[in-house]
């Protein structure tokens, strides 16, 4: 009964692979933006930041379906990215990764942008009276106090794109092999007649990959966290 068949465990390597492309492709904009909203004051501040969270309380069916307009063979963007470099992502397992890193991106900044926002400043200040740049303050100074918001942010990402439904499904379609994750697998063995047992299979299996996204990350951040202590004691 526990377990799973060839495409059940297709479906759960495909997850895997979305979430982790979908953080790896979006943490360095997520990193610049969260410094953005939470370092610099420009006109407009409050229409990015509402913008960047949009995904957060819309439908992911509506994002999944500004993907397609956007991102689609004949969208203003995806046909270009067609003609220019040979690249789609409408109905590939790569738009997936689009889809969940989208929806997954107001988690992941807003993480990384707490943590910022607590991190004293007077330090970065200090690096600089001793010859540092800007730039290098920033990355030998100010990341690695950030460092536990970025984790948390980068595993609440994995997590949710792991689990994501309505823009993934809108965006990409159901196609077993291609584009079917974890739950997209799971909705089509409800509708199917004696779906239950793969059904609870893939529940369990999901269940399980979330539990272990959240607990490596508070392992990290508290492992991360005692690091920095020992190191400023």
């Given at each position: 009964m ?5 495409l059940e465990?297709?479906?759960?390597e495909?997850s895997?692979r979305?979430?982790?492309?979908a ?15 939470a ?9 990015v930041?509402g913008?960047?969270?949009l995904?957060?309380?819309l439908?992911p ?6 993907l ?6 004949n969208?203003?963007?995806g046909?270009l ?6 690249w789609?992502?409408a109905?590939t397992?790569q ?6 890193a989208?929806?997954?991106f107001?988690l992941?900044?807003?993480?990384i ?12 200040t200090?690096a600089?009276?001793l010859?540092?740049?800007?730039f290098?303050?920033?990355w ?5 106090l ?24 809108t ?8 584009t079917?994750?974890l739950?997209?697998a799971?909705y089509t063995?409800t509708q199917s007649p ?5 059904a609870?299979?893939l529940?369990?299996v999901s269940?399980?990959?979330a539990?272990?996204a959240l ?13 920095l ?5």
């Amino acid at each position: 009964m526990f377990s799973l068949t060839p495409l059940e465990t297709e479906a759960m390597e495909l997850s895997l692979r979305v979430g982790f492309w979908a953080v790896l492709g979006s943490l360095p904009f997520g990193l610049a933006v969260a410094w953005l909203l939470a370092r610099v004051e420009f006109p407009g501040r409050t229409i990015v930041n509402g913008i960047v969270h949009l995904p957060l309380v819309l439908p992911p069916v509506v994002v999944g379906y500004l993907l397609l307009v956007l991102l689609g063979r004949n969208g203003p963007i995806g046909s270009l990215l067609h003609d220019w470099f040979g690249w789609t992502f409408a109905f590939t397992w790569q738009g997936a990764a689009i889809a969940s890193a989208v929806v997954a991106f107001p988690l992941m900044v807003r993480a990384i942008r707490l943590g910022l926002e607590l991190v004293d400043r007077r330090l970065e200040t200090a690096a600089r009276t001793l010859g540092a740049t800007r730039f290098d303050a920033f990355w030998s100074v100010t990341v690695p106090l950030v460092l536990p918001g970025i984790l948390t942010g980068a595993v609440l990402a994995f997590a949710r794109s792991i689990g994501e439904f309505g823009a993934t499904i809108t965006f990409v379609s159901n196609i077993p092999g291609e584009t079917q994750t974890l739950p997209l697998a799971l909705y089509t063995a409800t509708q199917s007649p004696g779906g239950d047992e793969a059904a609870l299979r893939l529940v369990l299996v999901s269940c399980i990959l979330a539990f272990a996204a959240l607990a490596a990350s508070e392992l990290l951040a508290r492992r991360v966290k005692r690091r920095l202590l020992g190191e400023g004691g």
